[in-house]
């Protein structure tokens, strides 16, 4: 399975920006759909996810209009673009890796995790 590692996460104000990164190890991370979560407090939210060719994206509510969701496999890298940053956006942020996702991605469909990076929005 793929090893994924963050970066990019700290500490922002109010309507500020930051861009994550998840860069993956070995040859197969080209085939992998990636998804980027964030968990809080409890419950781990999926904040975007992109298909192994980028053609296909889906964003959770939270995400829509303000984050974008990236890849360039010949970097095995993702990103995660985020604009206009709210303190309810505060929390670890992780990307994963899948096979792929059915309708829609869920948590169950990712494999393979990262150990997070901390952004904190506040003034």
């Known amino acids: 399975q793929v090893q994924l590692a963050e970066s990019g996460g700290g500490l922002v104000q109010p309507g500020g920006s930051l861009k994550l990164s998840c860069v993956g190890s070995g040859p197969t991370f080209g085939s992998y759909a990636i998804g980027w979560f964030r968990q809080a407090v409890e419950e781990r939210e999926l904040v975007a996810a992109t298909a192994w060719n980028g053609f296909s994206v889906y964003y959770g509510d939270s995400a829509k209009g303000r984050f974008i969701i990236s890849r360039d496999n010949a970097k095995n890298t993702a990103y995660l673009q985020m604009d206009n940053l709210k303190p309810e956006d505060t929390a670890i942020y992780y990307c994963?890796?899948?096979?792929?996702?059915?309708?829609?991605?869920?948590?169950?469909?990712?494999?393979?995790w990262g150990q997070g990076t901390q952004v904190t929005v506040s003034s």
């Open positions: 994963a890796a899948a096979p792929g996702w059915g309708s829609r991605p869920k948590a169950s469909d990712f494999v393979s």
